[in-house]
């Protein structure tokens, strides 16, 4: 995480005050679950939530704290009490710090999962635009990076759109799997605490409760969380690695927007480099790498040993901010994508019809040859024209063993572009439930 | 995969034959589906399934075309005009191997998926009996390897329940996500081929239709899956660490099964080492290993290259197999461990009653010593506990500075291990609805 | 490791013959230099040496022991005492399993880094002929995909081959790295056996001594083995990726090798797709995921745990075997791959003379005109022939203010192709020690 | 890179001050350079370094430039030009921003390597001073975490010396990699800047010439690097995990050191949990999964593409930060290691002298018992042991087919300790060169 690929909000969920004000919120919770359980005198939870609420928790009071007792909970506690005065012994009855710890970091996880939500439906309304725009702006598809058969600019967003829709399917899923709260003591047996409190905790914090804790949450749900983040991170660099194909000054179907003031390259001005994907690439190795060590977090010893925490105090922000930056940037690039249908038709006649030789090979079996046959006429005509030497169309039409089982007429036909789009409304409804915007 | 670490039934998912049938099944159906929409005649559709069925396709006779031709797909295809006759020139029409292909491998994923789940109900059952069985058996919580308080045994593989049943649901996902089926031509636009056929094929083979392929299947959906099998590979990884933990020598409270004919080294006949569970910790770094090349598949070139392939061809059994393998070891070893619950009571009655300091310590606060001052208090009974001087009740008892706030029978009240079991049940009930097998 | 990328020759180094070979081979040494010690009798090794080289184990007897004992050295000691006859008591004394098991894996790393760095050398050897045979031949340098400056085709082989030099020398020192010999006993304290012995066995099987083992050898030195092949494998993604570039329908400077016979698709015969270079891409990915588990055996507890034995047993093979495999193809790729100078001067020119924008600023500076200055008369002449209204070189002899510090000869110079390559024998000397091959 | 996980010389490395001085100290001997071929005013190179030495760069300023043109290293000139005046003018003649850029990531790297090699050297200090010190502490050495034969907690240590001098080879060797100058210009052919600037300004920075550039200096250098770096986490992990195990409540053979106002646990006072080196396995994971990134960035496109900048943007600082801290870290706890012999020897004597059974074993061999047999009785005589009921010597003593073949003194002799010790000088000369400190 460093400023250059973060955005604030973000951010801002990984700040210590919005941590330590997670923390006052579990504490007094159940403060007021213990009170209504008559553990703890009433009086004391209002006070706790009255003073705590009103009060600004003063981080660097805090550090200094935690310096001298090497515990950032106690040093927390000591510094609320600070502020709520006796009562404030009254507060963390019976827990444990990690009751504290695991559920603020599965809170942060879950509105850091609200934040990429958004930036993913920000990602899909942008795809879903440019798709409908684009619907039937032909283009040619290419399978290993080799001129195939012609498909629509729309239908490769309406890919994107499906793709990012199963993203945004996962990363629920995985938000969900995150979203629990444990409030069960030193090894999770609630020996001081009644699982009430929890079930009190839980509820007020919008979460679940975790069924079985062992003083920490069980770690498998962070590294599917993660895992998650960096399926995603892939599917981000699927996307960008396609615009930057697009952009290749020998295809230049499309281009990132070029802000007037930008200066591409100190020294050759006609530079339009496809920079934001690129670096979407990059960032996208970033996410991916962060998943490693969140599985390797799950084999914890016994009920808990602390070799995870400094993986999540890294990977958390680390993690979320990439992402939701790299969701954002891509949002943007989509959005504002500079695309360009002629040079998209321009490509598509550059192999002088060799394109439709599927099309020309299909016809022929359909009218009686082998597979073999037709496979070998279409070659020897398609050849030719490989090494410029002719069109496919008038060739075909010149070739007496295609003609015997093809007329000019049916020749042509297999040329039609149109031909290719027949089921292009099929494929947006299914992606988009419509086949208009 | 290899030998020594895999089993024959997942094997044999990945074994040409199976392949060959899937593939075969794959062109039937869609040749069914196009004489349904008068394609290709009835007749020939109805010689290709009956032929087909009947045969055992040649593996090596079609290694060998492939050899000559350099194209599995079109390699299959002759060895099956071989069988079927001339009819079987309507086979395949307006299809591209990828077609075959990408839907055979999701085949295969849900039928390896179909496997890991029952293997995985195999060890939730072996976990759900022994958790039953030590439910109330008293062992020490261990965090960070140090003794905390006391737990159960029977808690501890509730909660690596609780954790497989998260790997469950993960895993059904995760083979949903793979179930579907794409037969859309070159590009994916259906130019040559209606979506009925995909439709029809899909239904047959037990999977959902791709709403859109670019040729391809898209990878975000395998590099998921093979992210859910990493994840459930670190749970494995936990709950072995936890056995190798349990078996070392200063521990052995519980240890692998060990038969008779065995010799567990040799050259020290009185060791008996947790190799399996050891092994599984292997096992478990090499399925995690397999997710990283499965998501840097999904940025394939525009509508497909073919770099995923290999990665697949390897990691689709190396994940599978290994994966089915470990869970069934798991299962084995499990079902099979020997504990030692004595043992169990002799590490818990180890550190002279320290286990219990968290209780004092809480009963103190409650009878008004603040935080500060019951923490010195039992922290100075404590230390010559830790030096071996002394028992810490004893210690507790003596020292008037506690017993101006708890008397030696509410001191003695904290030492009562049944205390931290009264929510053992229900925790249970979370885990497993019922307090009873 | 999977048939289809395997080659014969490593894989033998794999197969349960070699192993039992080196197995012997380590054992009858040690009993060697235990006669030599007086430990066992003379007669005792003679016996061994003389019986084991004759024999040839059975791989299938070894296993069928193994099955009943369940330790696999045992098992072919057993094995090897039917061969030898009692003698074979004096063989494995004072020797523990895993001094035979890390040896003999050790040598095995070895003898594959003797074959892949034939593989290096003979790729290396490809790529300094086609580097000499382009070394002049202009093409289009490419930053971010876009055109920048002109370079040649010789260099970029030239880099590659500096790369392919640098992992050479990266090989060297990590079969250096694992080039060691354990024969140290249950803990590594020589307890039971003289150091002498190691050094002995060391010396006969071409390794040297390990400093200090603990049952086995550290495990560090493999990791660095499998990351080393890590950064190996993606220098071949990176070469690969770049003809895999060259290769696209729009760029189409050079083509992988297509033989006669081969067809490229089943359905569009004029298609020429680089799957050499995108199955090499593919394995790639396979030989850097291997390295991470290689990393994760490092830390084994204490002494010696076996969790390493498994993943060793995988990536042993896959890694070096896959490995190998890609050296191979990539070097049949370089060696034979079909070069188009005639398109790569196409694509030089396709920019209408942009590429000499950055000489044409610089000439402007050097003649007076500010940074800024110059940056602004480039740019305002460039943009017009990007949007393909006019070539760079008319519309700056044109612009008066360009004029005003170049001459319409000095503009001309800045647009000669020979000017960028007076340097490319400085660089064919840094990188081959000469500028003629 | 968290402040918490931080040391502020390895910090500073990656500050923009720095890293802009760095620019500066390249650009003015670029300028230098250039002056001495003539190319541009003596004059000049000189205003440009006086000017630019007094200088303190506004990092803030350049920022708001960069902001505005987009481009980092002309938003660095333009300030340059506000510090000299308008002979900046005549810096960075011919050169391209990667040539900057890159070269100073490698002087980074370069300084942060000396950093880390002396981190590695005050680790190799307080492990060769604590291996002496406990050369002969008597530990016992466990396999699989069983207990096997007796060693030294010096051995341990020695190992672990072995290890890191190992890395410090690794590191210095993975230096050198990096350290090289590229000023070769937009696409590595030198052609508007003479190769002898490259020349000189890799002598004034310490580096020496990159052979051959393409625009940017090839990124398999740093995937070595950074491999390098996890491997040496993982030795870390290593250490670490090895510490915490003697720390573990049962083993208790090691304490992290416990300063006097730390506070273990907020609940469990006698807790004193191996924080420390738990931190050190989770900071290896982090360090680890830096060098995927690293490894893909390789593959970058054509002459270059910037994907790999947002990640060394990251895994520049990151990785070398949170090594440094834990090198540190570690040889902290190794320093003040709280080392109880006594608790080495009660677990050494824990198994009733079946540590021994080895050496029992091999000394009926000696006497002429067949393997087997030989086995089979030791096996007998440990069950019982194993078991608690009795000690191995007495019940060996007591088995008439034992004493067949060994006297009473004799298999007393076996369960001498110091025969295990005979070799520790061996090992520590080979490791430290000399038997003593």
């Known amino acids: 995480m460093i400023p250059r690929y973060s955005r604030p909000e973000m951010v801002a969920i990984w700040s210590p005050e919005t941590k330590f004000r997670i923390w006052f919120e579990i504490e007094a919770h159940a403060t007021t679950a213990l009170a209504d359980l008559g553990v703890v005198p009433k009086d004391a939870a209002d006070k706790v939530w009255e003073k705590g609420s009103a009060a600004t928790f003063d981080v660097e009071r805090i550090d200094a704290i935690e310096r001298e007792v090497k515990h950032d909970v106690i040093a927390f506690l000591t510094h609320l009490a600070e502020i709520v005065g006796p009562e404030a012994r009254f507060v963390h009855q019976g827990m444990t710090s990690s009751d504290v710890l695991d559920t603020t970091f599965n809170v942060q996880l879950v ?10 439906d920000d990602l899909l309304a942008a795809l879903k635009r440019r798709a409908f725009e684009h619907k039937l702006t032909p283009t040619i598809g290419r399978s ?11 239908l490769k967003l309406a890919q994107a759109y499906a793709e990012f829709e199963r993203c945004k399917l996962r990363l629920i899923e995985a938000q969900r799997e995150v979203a629990t709260c444990a409030i069960s003591g030193a090894v999770g047996t609630f020996a001081n605490i009644d699982p ?6 839980a509820e007020k914090m919008g979460l679940s409760v975790e069924p079985v804790s062992t003083q920490v949450i069980p770690r498998d749900r962070h590294a599917m969380y993660f895992a998650t983040l960096a399926v995603i991170a892939s599917s981000i660099e699927r ?11 020998e295809v230049l179907e499309a281009e990132e927007y070029f802000s007037a003031g930008q200066k591409g390259s100190s020294a050759m001005p006609h530079k339009r480099n496809p920079v934001l994907t690129e670096n979407l690439t990059g960032l996208a190795r970033m996410v991916r790498a962060y998943a490693m060590p969140a599985m390797e977090n799950v084999a914890l010893w016994h009920e808990r040993d602390i070799s995870h925490s400094s993986v999540e105090r890294m990977i958390g922000p680390d993690s979320t901010v990439t992402l939701d930056f790299a969701l954002a940037r891509l949002t943007s690039v989509v ?17 002088g019809g060799l394109v439709h030789s599927q099309r020309v090979l299909l016809a022929l079996t359909q009218r009686g040859a082998s597979r073999e046959d037709a496979y070998r006429l279409v070659q020897r005509n398609a050849m030719p024209v490989w090494r410029g030497e002719g069109d496919f169309l008038t060739l075909l039409k010149n070739d007496a063993d295609v003609t015997k089982y093809l007329s000019p007429a049916e020749i042509e036909a297999c040329f039609d572009l149109g031909y290719h789009y027949k089921h292009v ?4 409804t299914r992606v988009f439930g419509a086949t208009k915007a």
């Open 239 to 249: 996307l960008a690695t396609e615009i930057r194909h697009l952009q290749r000054s």
């Open 425 to 428: 409304d099929t494929i947006f």
């Open 196 to 201: 009430r409190v929890e079930e009190y905790v």
């Open 111 to 120: 509105r850091a999962s609200d934040l990429l939500l958004k930036d993913i």
């Open 335 to 351: 959005d504002k994508l500079v695309v360009y249908p002629e040079n998209m038709q321009k490509n598509l006649d550059r192999l």
């Open 144 to 154: 290993h990076g080799i001129h195939a058969e012609p498909t629509t600019f729309g």
